[in-house]
């Protein structure tokens, strides 16, 4: 990898104003188990490692009546240790085991999680987020994309969001605190991740001196969620597809529901038709199948990956099937 | 790199930060617009620096570029080559050591990173002709064919063990979850772990 100075600051603000105002300026570390990989393949070049390790209120998970907060430093292995994770957000327990990698659950951060980059292969290599050939086309339509996007997928992005935890949070409607020189803003994680529309752009809304501190997620209370992943390899790989839902009910019936995809789309895919399909129904096996069928209605699938659509189909089904037996 | 409008309302600060990096900074860094002011922080590199490691209990101080990755500072400055490098991304485990009582991948850790915490190496687990009990299953448990991953795989399960120390053979299987063998010695691997499972609650009981 390219030469580089670091620095290892205490606090938010003084990590702040170690970036600059272009990626090649500084990037921010947090357990390196990305950045160091995009670095060796020269993916990355930053002039400048800004460390985020020595600062102490990026760390720990606390919960309050206003929900969860997990501060970016969290470990995946510390958040799927959590009790409060594992008894009421069993959507976020379910996404760290997912990262089946005792050691990555060790060095990865929740903060890097959500902001790694896309392991598009295409982008790994040197071709750019938007894998355009010589002659200014993408090379995905016509190329290997067996594990490109399904949905969202017209272009110019054909990658899919890589975080795990992007749809359970999405679902959860939890947001991100993000802090700069200008000051800080909250967002919905939503909104957090983007389809780039230029080579330029990113999958998301980070700014290169803008730091991600925290993630919000609403009380769970009343909420049932759960994530399923339908992966190739029980480890060392990524998913192939996910759904992550999350259920207000009102007796047995769904008042509200929330269903997102993963691994489908530039973004976590928020599946509105299901979501719709399942409000005001009980929560019953016919109910289940037909928002599992409504979540990949619309999907455009390329040359190479069909397979996802019964996937996603599948990995919504599942889901709202643990939900409906988990008991809060 | 690239000259931006300031905007209305920014501050001369602000601007500079626009154009180029923070300026909280101290030391010689390669890119400050201008001279620091508020909180100083120190910035090493390019260039040499000094960094100290505790391997295996031992202190070693050395002068690393901020780029060398924990498994290089291991094998190729102190010749502790047991720790291999192998995709040298994250993904096959063969680098593990454990560094804070955790197993980690060394090759995506900067050395840097890795000072004021314990770094411990397979080299620890045998001195002279005694051999920690992983060692032993490894060899009576037929755990490895071309060996290659083993060092990555002994570390990971040592880790494994110290954490669970009485686990069932699915608690094995993912708790090695972060170690590939080509080879593919993977029950000989999950059998001797239980085996130096055993083995070492009983050390710790007699
Ligand atoms: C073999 C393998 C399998 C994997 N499988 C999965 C999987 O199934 N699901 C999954 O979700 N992930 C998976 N991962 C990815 C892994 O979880 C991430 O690499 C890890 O979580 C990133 O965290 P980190 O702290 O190491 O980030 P780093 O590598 O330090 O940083 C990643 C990126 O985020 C930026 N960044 C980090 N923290 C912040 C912050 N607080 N604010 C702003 N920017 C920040 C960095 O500048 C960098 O660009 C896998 C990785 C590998 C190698």
Redesign the pocket.
Same mark, same amino acid.
């Given at each position: 990898m390219q030469a580089f100075e670091y620095a290892r600051p205490s606090t938010v603000q003084e990590a702040v104003s170690l970036l600059g105002n272009s990626w090649e300026d500084a990037?921010?570390? $947090? +357990? +390196?188990?990305?950045?160091?990989?995009?670095m060796k393949d020269y993916i990355?070049t930053p002039k400048r490692l800004v460390s985020?390790k020595g600062i102490k209120e990026?760390e720990g998970i606390r919960k309050s009546a206003g929900g969860l907060r997990i501060g $970016?430093?969290v470990?995946?292995e510390e958040l799927l240790r959590n009790p409060d994770v594992r008894k009421e957000y069993p959507s976020l327990a379910a996404?760290a085991r +997912?990262? =089946?990698?005792p050691q990555?659950?060790n060095?990865?951060?929740?903060?890097?999680?959500?902001?790694?980059?896309p392991?598009c292969w295409y982008f790994r290599l040197g071709f750019g987020l938007l894998a355009k050939g010589p002659n200014g086309e993408s090379l995905v339509p016509s190329g290997d994309n067996r594990y490109h996007a399904i949905f969202n997928n017209r272009g110019p992005a054909y990658f899919v969001s $890589?975080?795990?935890? +992007?749809p359970p949070l999405v679902a959860l409607g939890a947001t991100v605190n993000?802090v700069s020189p200008s000051g800080t803003r909250e967002l919905p994680v939503e909104k957090f991740f983007v389809a780039p529309a230029t080579e330029n752009a990113r999958e998301n809304v980070?700014a290169p001196n803008?730091?991600?501190?925290e993630i919000l997620v609403p009380p769970a209370a009343g909420v049932r969620n759960a994530t399923y992943?339908v992966?190739q390899k029980m =480890?060392?790989?990524?998913?192939l597809a996910t759904a992550s839902v999350a259920l207000r009910m009102r007796g047995n019936t769904v008042a509200s529901a929330r269903i997102v995809l993963g691994h489908v789309a530039p973004v976590p895919w928020r599946a509105q038709a299901a979501e719709k399909a399942l409000t005001g129904k009980t929560l019953n096996a016919a109910a289940i199948e037909e928002a599992a069928k409504a979540a990949v209605q619309g999907a455009t699938p390329l040359s190479m990956n069909g397979y996802k659509v019964q996937l996603a189909s599948v990995a919504v089904k599942r889901a709202l099937e643990e939900a409906a037996q988990a008991r809060t | 790199m690239k000259k931006k409008k300031p905007e209305p309302g920014v501050t001369r600060r602000g601007f500079i930060r626009g154009v180029g990096l923070g300026s909280g900074v101290a030391g010689a860094g390669i890119l400050e617009t201008e001279a620091a002011a508020a909180p100083a922080v120190q910035v090493v590199g390019p260039g040499p620096a000094q960094v100290t490691l505790k391997v295996n209990g031992k202190q070693h101080t050395l002068n690393l570029e901020p780029r060398v990755t924990l498994l290089d500072a291991l094998r190729d400055h102190l010749n502790y080559t047991g720790a291999k490098k192998v995709c040298d991304?994250?993904?096959c485990g063969a680098c593990t050591v454990i560094v804070g009582g955790k197993a980690v991948y060394a090759c995506?850790m900067l050395a840097i990173e890795a000072q004021g915490q314990d770094i411990q190496t397979v080299e620890s687990l045998s001195s002279g002709n005694k051999y920690h009990p992983l060692i032993t299953a490894f060899v009576e448990n037929d755990a490895q064919q071309c060996g290659f991953c083993t060092p990555g795989f002994v570390m990971a399960a040592k880790a494994f063990l110290e954490q669970n120390p009485n686990p069932t053979y699915e608690e094995v299987k993912a708790g090695l979850g972060g170690n590939l063998c080509r080879c593919g010695t993977y029950i000989g691997l999950r059998n001797a772990v239980l085996q130096a499972a055993k083995q070492m609650k009983g050390a710790a009981n007699g």
């Open positions: 990037n921010l570390l $947090a +357990g +390196g188990t990305d950045l160091l990989s995009l990355h985020l990026l $970016a430093l470990t995946l996404a +997912g990262v =089946a990698s990555m659950r060095m990865g951060t929740v903060g890097g999680d959500l902001c790694q980059r392991r $890589a975080s795990s935890f +992007g993000l980070l803008e730091i991600l501190t992943e992966r =480890a060392l790989d990524y998913p | 991304r994250a993904s995506n």
